[in-house]
């Protein structure tokens, strides 16, 4: 496992040209929690769909994400809900707690090649969030749950669906997630993976299977700083 905030090596992506980010935790720091809207939002509809109570409904939704890679997807497999009425709830949320980040644009823009969102959520919820960080300009395309057919990361087929769609030779990419399960195809696939993880990582809680372990094969670089990350590489 690679030490927290090393340099990133410019050797190391020189033949990238295709730079995929992730969205939630990931173009946006942890600590900023615009994802604990979205959470409680799941967790409502789920409680209103099955006539659950809260805590029931909210474990209940955990295990569908654990177990399929989304809610989402869980809720289509055992219960057959339309996903455009749950992604709608799920994503009706205030982005007033993201503010422009124009370093992190500058740095993204630098970047050799295409630049594109692949995320769980919707193309209108990428949206939003990147317009409310003031980067959304800079990327080529976003990839979504809807693109993805509802299959979620970290299923291959859904990497593979991405990079065919958008003509990404993999072999000359970089993969930024905060989730380490959802670089394992990636790394497959011959891609540069970079793992973002939450500063003071202490001082939140995060699962057991979210977290990168020292045996974790498939991160090369792990940072808390994305912004620096790029700059690093931009300075190059």
Not at 118 to 123: A, D, E, L, Q, R
């Amino acid at each position: 496992m690679p030490q927290l905030n090393a340099m990133p090596n410019p050797a190391d992506f020189a033949h990238v040209r295709d730079w995929v980010f992730d969205l939630d935790n990931t173009l946006y720091p942890h600590h900023v929690n615009l994802f604990s809207q979205i959470d409680r939002n799941m967790t409502a509809f789920v409680a209103e769909l099955l006539q659950m109570e809260r805590d029931e409904a909210r474990a209940l939704q955990k295990r569908y994400y654990h177990e399929h890679g989304t809610t989402l997807k869980g809720l289509m497999v055992h219960h057959g809900i339309d996903p455009n009425a749950f992604l709608e709830r799920a994503h009706a949320i205030d982005y007033s707690a993201l503010l422009p980040h124009p370093e992190l644009g500058e740095a993204i823009k630098a970047l050799p090649g295409r630049k594109f969102i692949f995320t769980n959520g919707t193309v209108s919820h990428a949206q939003a969030a990147a317009r409310a960080l003031g980067i959304l300009d800079h990327f080529d395309d976003i990839f979504d749950i809807v693109a993805a057919d509802y299959v979620p990361k970290p299923a291959g087929a859904t990497y593979d669906k991405f990079a065919s769609l958008n003509r990404v030779d993999t072999r000359h990419a970089a993969m930024f997630e905060d989730l380490p399960r959802n670089l394992e195809a990636p790394r497959a696939l011959g891609m540069k993976t970079i793992l973002l993880v939450p500063r003071n990582l202490g001082d939140f809680v995060i699962e057991r299977w979210e977290q990168a372990s020292a045996e974790d094969p498939n991160v090369d670089y792990m940072t808390d700083d994305l912004t620096g990350f790029l700059q690093a590489l931009n300075a190059a």
